[in-house]
Structure formats: structure tokens, C-alpha cells
């Protein structure tokens, strides 16, 4: 505690008493600026568009190599496990074959192994559940590491028209794309992650127009050793006449851009 006592004119006046807290609240402290540190730099440089995007191109890459480590197209000449059978080899098929599509595969040989394994309608459920999930993968791995890099460079007339029918009309024309084959699998997932597309449209959409195409191909797989049979040679045509239509679309909406 302290206590000041000052003398005017014989008289005697006391100060009142401060306590040290008291000064130490009073008394403004000025706190030194702390440079930015090495880690904080470093997570600002992780976290830049670039940098997530160099991500993106990794872990495509890392998937690219497991799978052509992998070689799944030896699922159909080696056949399934027999470990695994029913509903449990339709849940891992599904989850290998989204896999499988964010790394490129190409979907009509999966939608063909899946039939052939599987039969048509088991074939069919697991295939589409793999579709969903692999466009779901895709989708959030570009929007999350690729968006912020690649929006910038939309800059191309073509480019651009493409981005404003994707973030417009999301559901009308990502329904298409699934339809209409044409746009590969994994273009159409990059290409709407980049742009303003929401999730549920994305996901609804290729859920709904996958199911035609997907069910064509599971038949013609579990109908591949009678291909004479009328459902292999019906599944063929479903499968061709909307390729057919899908080439169609694509000629004149290509024209429609070049006029603009």
C-alpha cells in the first residue's frame, strides 16, 4: 500500500492510498509486435489457391498410379473374391467403384463388371451407388482444392458460357450430361465443382440421369455370354441412341456458341 503526506501552511493533508493494482490498471502497457513466425507463413502458403490446387493434381495422381497398380480389370477375369458375397461384395464394389471413377476409370467398364458380377439388378443398385459417390468425391475434392485456382481462369468464350450454364441451371444441365453421354464422367464432376453449382442439384441430378445409361450397361454385362438374347441386344440399343442424341445436342449447341 502507498501512503503520501504532504505539509501546506503547517497543515497536513493526506493522499489518498493506491494500491499497486490499481497503478498497474492505470498504467497502459504496450505490448511489442511479434513478427509473423514460420509456421504461420507456411499455413498461409498451404492454404492458398495454388497451393491447394498442387494438391488436387497430387492426389489425382496418387490415385491414377493405385489403380493402374491395382489393375481392377482383373476382377473379371479372375472373378469376385469368394470371401465376399451378397450385399457386403455389392457395398465394397460400390465404394471401389467411386474410387475408381475419381481416378478416371471409365465408367461403361465398370457398369459392364457390375452387371457381370452382380447380375442386373444387384449389378444395377451397387453401380449407381458407386456413380453417386464417385461424383460426390470428385466434385468435393474440386470445389475445395481446385475452385479458388481455377475460377480466375474462365476467361475463354466457350469457357465462359459453360460456367454460366452450370451455375444457372445446375440441375437441367448436369441431368443432361448424365442422359446424353458425351461429356466424360469425370469432366462433367470437375468441370460443376469449378463452377457455382450447389451440392444437391450436383448429386441429384447424377443420381436421376445415370439411371438409364448405368442400367443399359448392367444388363449388357449380366447378359454378355448370350449376345444374341433380346435384353443384350435391347440394352445395346439403349445404350447407342442416346450416345447418338447426346452428339446430336453437343453439334448444335456447339454451333449456337460459335454464333454468339
Not at 474462365?154 to 440441375?171: P, T
Not at 448429386?203 to 444388363?219: D, H, Q, R
Amino acid at each position: 500500500m502507498l501512503d503520501a503526506t504532504t505539509r501546506s501552511g503547517g497543515t497536513a493533508t493526506v493522499l489518498p492510498r493506491v494500491t499497486a493494482t490499481e497503478l498497474a490498471v492505470a498504467t497502459p502497457v504496450v505490448v511489442p509486435a511479434v513478427p509473423l513466425g514460420r509456421t504461420a507463413r507456411l499455413g498461409r502458403a498451404l492454404l492458398s489457391p495454388w497451393a491447394r490446387f498442387s494438391m488436387l493434381v497430387a492426389v489425382l495422381t496418387g490415385a491414377v498410379t493405385t489403380v493402374l497398380l491395382f489393375e481392377p480389370q482383373r476382377l473379371l477375369a479372375d472373378g469376385w473374391p469368394p470371401q465376399l458375397n451378397g450385399a457386403t461384395a455389392a457395398v465394397v464394389f460400390a465404394v471401389a467403384y467411386g474410387l475408381c471413377t475419381v481416378a478416371f476409370v471409365p465408367r461403361p467398364l465398370l457398369n459392364l463388371a457390375a452387371g457381370a458380377l452382380f447380375g442386373s439388378e444387384l449389378g444395377l443398385t451397387s453401380a449407381l451407388a458407386g456413380t453417386v459417390l464417385g461424383a460426390g468425391v470428385a466434385f468435393g475434392l474440386g470445389r475445395i482444392l481446385g475452385q479458388d485456382a481455377l475460377r480466375p481462369l474462365l476467361r475463354h468464350r466457350w469457357l465462359k458460357a459453360a460456367d454460366g450454364q452450370l451455375s444457372s441451371h445446375g440441375f437441367r444441365s448436369m441431368l443432361a450430361a448424365r442422359l446424353f453421354p458425351g461429356v466424360p464422367f469425370w469432366a462433367a464432376n470437375y468441370c460443376a465443382s469449378v463452377s457455382r453449382m450447389g451440392w444437391l442439384p450436383f448429386l441429384l441430378a447424377t443420381a436421376l440421369g445415370s439411371i438409364p445409361n448405368t442400367a443399359a450397361y448392367a444388363v449388357a454385362g449380366a447378359r454378355a455370354s448370350t449376345p444374341t438374347s433380346p435384353a443384350f441386344l435391347i440394352a445395346m440399343a439403349c445404350i447407342a441412341l442416346p450416345a447418338l442424341i447426346g452428339a446430336v445436342l453437343a453439334w448444335r449447341k456447339r454451333h449456337q456458341l460459335r454464333g454468339r
